[in-house]
Structures are given as C-alpha cells and as structure tokens.
C-alpha cells in the first residue's frame, strides 16, 4: 500500500482533489446557525448543517470560520484496488492557508485523528499533527480493519479537533460527526471556531452570543437542564421555549446574571426566546438529554 495520509499535504493534494467528485457544504436556512461575535465579546462562531452524508468517493468540505475558504476536507476513498488488495479509507486533511492543524497523533506507520467526545476541551494543550499532513479516521485492506486507529468500528456524535490559523493567530475548533460502523459513510453534523486566538473550545458550548442588550449571553445544557449565562445583565429577562412549529413550552424570567430551566421533553431541536426592554433575540437550541 503507497498511500502514506503523511505525504499528502494542500500544495498538491488540492489538484488530487479536482478529479475527485467534490461534495460542497449543503447549508439549509432553517437549520443552519451562524453565530457571529463583535470581538469586544468575543465567542463561538457555531454552524449547524443539513446532515451531509459521504457514501461514495468524494470530499467533504469544512469552512469553519465561514470566510467562503475551505479550512478542512473530510475525503473517502472506497474499494481502492492496489496491490491485489481493496481498500476503504475515511481521512481528513487541512486546505487553505499553511498552519492548519488535525488533532492526532502518529502512533504507527500512519497519523491517526483523534476522537473526540462531549464535553472535551480542544486547545493550545492538546496533541495536533503537524501542519499539512491528513490525518486518518477509517483503514480498512480486504474488509479488515488496519492499525489502531480510533474511529475503526464507527462512532456516532464524536468530534474531531481542529486549528486554524488566521490573521498570523491560531484559533480552535471541531467538527461533529458520524463514521458508519463499516467504516463506508461519514455524516457531518456541525462545526464551531473560537473567535479568540489561542482560547480553548469546548465541546458541549454550542451557543454564545454578544448583541445589543445580551452581551456575553452564553447557552449550554447538561443533566436535564438548559443554563442561560449574561454576564453583564443586571435587568429583567423574560424566556420563552418553542418547538419549531411554534408552540410555546415553557415561559420563565430572571433578573440575575444566570438562570438554569428544568426540562423533560425529547431529543430534538427547539427555540428559545429572550426579551429585554426593546430588544429580543431568539437562538435554536440542540437539545438531548443523554448529554451531561
């Protein structure tokens, strides 16, 4: 087997690429949630995708910080014959500008993207390939599974760690994923970027925001509750939870910095409505109540 995930690097794998079949990011309106920050408050620029699914040779392509360049390709190669072998094999690749970084390490022959799962920070501490070379997340030579690799087996809901470089500066994000237990299909679910150069990303803070009235609003959930975080709030906040047909759930207020809503509903994404004085903003909310 030639293929070494350590050779391949943008300068010329981006030209590979043009004769693969490219599958771009599938954004629906409904869905998807760009969250943007003044970088007086800095935060999380968070996306939620229409679920992209790769069950043939393609790439996956990954634009964290949502400036219209790719940062990251997730690529699938199946039924690879070589060397009288067939091969499947799910890795993924830093594009753009030099300095983009995978999570991994390089315990063998091949450099292995590291998995990660709920609640896990991803920062300056954590182990990154070095720059440009493609980290791997499914080997499989004759229908067997090679090497010790993390995602063999398949995962659901698990992350994969990032850092970008911008403007001189590193940022750290992930992406969440799925890996078919087959190790035949990867389904992208969102990805998030930390605004703040050199600040750790967690994995279970997927909303903040910092607008007019709500700066530094921060939501997140654990243990069957949602938490509301602002702050520099000192005024009355009145909260209403939706579903997405618009139906109201739950109406509660608070005048303190934060407040946590009890909840028992099922999995599923819903609203949730904040209104101050004059002004109201509504976020979506990813909620399971499996997560801690």
């Not at 090497?147 to 001189?168: K, S």
């Not at 279970?204 to 609003?217: A, H, K, M, T």
């Amino acid at each position: 087997m030639s293929f070494d995930f350590q050779k391949l690097n943008p300068s010329y794998s981006m030209l590979y690429f043009c004769d693969q079949i490219l599958s771009p990011l599938k954004l629906s309106l409904g869905i998807a949630a760009f969250l943007i920050f003044h970088f007086t408050h800095t935060q999380i620029l968070h996306t939620v995708v229409t679920p992209n699914v790769i069950d043939r040779d393609t790439l996956l392509l990954i634009d964290l910080d949502q400036d219209t360049v790719p940062d990251y390709a997730i690529r699938t190669q199946f039924d690879k014959s070589e060397n009288n072998a067939i091969y499947d094999i799910i890795s993924v690749t830093p594009l753009g500008q030099q300095g983009h970084r995978v999570a991994g390490t390089i315990p063998t022959v091949f450099a292995y993207a590291s998995r990660f799962g709920f609640n896990e920070f991803i920062g300056p501490e954590t182990p990154f390939l070095n720059a440009e070379i493609e980290g791997g997340m499914s080997f499989k030579r004759n229908g067997q599974f090679l090497f010790n690799d993390p995602w063999n087996g398949g995962a659901v809901d698990e992350f994969l760690g990032f850092a970008i470089r911008r403007n001189g500066n590193t940022h750290y994000g992930w992406a969440k994923i799925d890996v078919g237990s087959d190790g035949r299909s990867v389904v992208l679910k969102e990805f998030a970027v930390h605004l703040t150069p050199e600040a750790p990303i967690n994995t279970n803070r997927f909303f903040s925001i910092s607008e007019s009235s709500f700066q530094g609003l921060v939501i997140w959930q654990n243990s069957g509750a949602i938490h509301i975080k602002i702050p520099e709030n000192q005024g009355h906040i009145s909260i209403r939870l939706l579903d997405l047909t618009g139906r109201i759930l739950r109406t509660e207020s608070f005048y303190g910095p934060s407040h946590s809503i009890s909840v028992s509903m099922p999995a599923g994404i819903y609203l949730m409505t904040l209104h101050k004085e004059n002004t109201q903003i509504t976020r979506k909310i990813i909620y399971n109540p499996e997560w801690h």
